[in-house]
């Protein structure tokens, strides 16, 4: 049976690093836009997961990581038990932007946007639940965001935080002027604060382009969630 370091094609004592250049390398390789397969995509991402978990938990020892074990749940704030209800994230798409004299620096953009009678598509709220991250709030909501892996290893699902906190349990592509200006990945962001306003659908604002890779159709992936 393939460990997760034969599916990354690394070595079993590659160090954290290695382990991220690796899933890069093998997420795009295993992406059915360029000739890999939906199966392999997932293997591949699983693969990463369980390395991540095992490296958060400070142990190498892939026997002790079974079915059991938390995944992302591990690096969920501690205090969000202490979270009675779920943050209420206003959404705008940046598409709709090109249709209205707006920017997206605009200080009363989400006032502009609640006054502009957009389609729910476009603008709208969405309660996200405690330790759930905001692209499965938002699909669990019936919206479809963009997004292509959903492990933090493109920009296809990024979204502006214009008001309020996300938090991202880790980041190996975003540059610190992205984190700075509030770019967050929404398949791996939780709000940490009660109110968040986003503006999703900015993956090909520049220097996000670059870090795109073929979106995935929800129709492909979401069943594997
Ligand atoms: S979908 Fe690739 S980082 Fe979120």
Redesign the pocket.
Known sequence: METPFDVLQIDSNADEAEVIEAYRRRVKEAHPDHGGSADEFQLVRSAYEELRTSYSLGTRDLDRVDDDEPSDDSDADPNAESQPQGARVEYLNYDVLSDFPWELTDEDLFEKAAEAELDSEDYGTVVVEPRTCLLKAAEDDGHKWP????????A??AVAVVDGEMEMPANHILSPEMMEYGIR????STPTTDDVKVVYNIEHLPGLDELRLPSQQARHMRSSD
């Open positions: 997004y292509a892996c959903r492990g933090g290893a493109c296809n699902c990945l929404s398949c791996i």
